[in-house]
């Protein structure tokens, strides 16, 4: 099976100068602990990285420094997350392909396995709302019940052809939509919830590196 592995997004919102994905922690790439763990599982042997056009090389160097480089095909992302995921898809091989982020590296083998193994359109990991959700500009207009709402998360697994005939409805009626498991909803399509890591942090700001960093340092397992 094949795995997209995102990593074309800015490190804007981190306020450095260094991709987030390239950032060290224990002289390991962010995103070498992704790339490793998704190789490591028995029904993954290989990734498409989705990376900005003047990062590639950067990332391909890393890659070859943790002698990955020979699992991997490079692709040049797009404007934004749907189109380098859209651009990644024409490298797909495989009937069914997983979707991960290159800026959460903490995944498990025991998420890898949860979301591999039901075989439905698309199947993704969920996390429990801890606080109370409300909708409203200054006023709130109306309170969410937080027991019916799930915090989506990554990696996602889908049908292959599904997903591609999803991106291309919203591309020909240009449409968009941040997440991959929404947009194959929209298309009529089942989406399975199956339980997630609350340690699955995505990198954003540098509180979450902060976490991140601590969370490696005091397992055994990264």
Same mark, same amino acid.
């Given at each position: ?25 224990? !002289?390991?790439? &962010? ?5 490793? @763990?998704? #190789?490591? *599982?028995?029904?993954?042997?290989? =990734? $498409? ?36 995921? !859209?651009?990644? &898809? ?5 009937? @069914?392909? #997983?979707? *991960?982020?290159?800026?959460?590296? =903490? $995944? ?115």
């Amino acid at each position: 099976m094949d795995a997209i592995l995102l990593a074309a997004g800015s490190s804007s919102r981190l306020g450095s100068d260094t991709d987030k994905q390239l950032h060290r922690v224990n !002289r390991k790439p &962010l995103i070498i602990y992704s790339a490793k @763990r998704l #190789l490591s *599982h028995i029904k993954i042997d290989r =990734l $498409i990285i989705a990376s900005r056009d003047n990062g590639i090389d950067a990332l391909q160097e890393v890659f070859k420094e943790f002698s990955l480089l020979q699992y991997c095909e490079f692709v040049s992302g797009g404007k934004d997350r749907q189109e380098s995921v !859209r651009r990644s &898809l024409s490298a797909v091989r495989s009937d @069914r392909v #997983l979707l *991960h982020e290159g800026a959460r590296p =903490l $995944i498990s083998d025991a998420l890898i396995e949860r979301v591999l193994t039901p075989e439905t359109a698309c199947v993704t990991p969920t996390v429990p709302l801890p606080f109370t959700v409300a909708i409203g500009d200054t006023f709130m207009e109306k309170e969410l019940d937080r027991t019916s709402l799930h915090n989506i998360q990554l990696p996602q697994a889908f049908d292959t052809a599904k997903l591609i005939g999803a991106h291309a409805h919203l591309s020909s009626r240009e449409l968009s939509a941040t997440d991959d498991s929404a947009l194959i909803f929209r298309m009529g399509h089942s989406v399975k919830f199956v339980e997630g890591e609350i340690t699955n942090i995505k990198v954003t700001y540098p509180s979450d590196l902060v976490l991140v960093e601590s969370i490696i340092n005091a397992s055994g397992s990264f």
